[in-house]
DNA sequence: ACAATCCTTGGCTATTTGGCAAAATAGAAA
DNA sequence: TTTCTATTTTGCCAAATAGCCAAGGATTGT
């Protein structure tokens, strides 16, 4: 593989590297719905504010959501929708994989 | 979050975490077009065969590819074509991000 | 100026990951 | 059987990741 495909690949896998984690899904899940600040977020996963926030700029560094200040708090919404449509293909694996534990058991 | 919630996004997670590697993605991307045995995509990766045949297993594992024995070699196909469609997203985001740098050079 | 609130950053530890090389396995062919 | 050949597994090490806590901005309100 040359650099430059290499380089290009890497560029991608940052990005779907970015989705790649529960709380994430659950935060981009939350956000697709409608922006919300980091303590809505904090509050709504459960684990530190800290570690809410470095998942927070993981998102915000691959160009997933934006974030805006109002006031005391940071708003983050969803920069690019498309994202969303990771969900239901996701389910599908799922789906087929759970189809085929099923018949193994058969 | 509570509990069920939780294991119902690390489910998903591991599905796209299985895709966020540069080389695992070349090698969906080159399994869209058709089945390759491991041979084949440890020269077109040019890693050791043992690191590819680990990529495989991850992405065997998460559901996205399935394998067959034919012979001595062993070919390796896409068990589920939607995420293809991450491919395109991706691009998207890559494009708007490339926007953004370029607005802020302005 | 001071305190309170919201958020981010740095430091630490534990865990996971990715890579290569060597050893083990499975099947084909001789 | 023995010997290839293709692939996987294991062992090891370096690097990256996730989590918490404590410390440090920034902004609002007193």
Redesign the pocket.
């Known amino acids: 593989m040359d650099t430059k495909t290499k380089s290009r690949y890497e560029a991608k896998a940052k990005i779907i ?1 970015a989705m790649s ?1 529960p ?1 994430r899904l659950f935060i981009v899940d939350k956000l697709s719905r409608s922006e919300q ?3 809505e977020l ?1 509050e709504m996963v459960g ?5 809410v ?6 998102l915000k560094n691959a160009g997933i959501v934006s ?1 805006e ?1 109002r ?4 708003f983050y919404s969803l920069r690019v929708p498309c994202v969303l449509k990771f969900f239901s293909c996701v389910e599908s694996v799922l789906k087929t994989n759970a189809k085929e534990q099923a018949s193994l058991v058969r």
């Open positions: 590297k984690h709380t600040c980091v303590c904090t684990d530190d504010m800290s570690t926030s470095k998942h927070l700029s993981v974030d200040k006031g005391t708090q940071i």
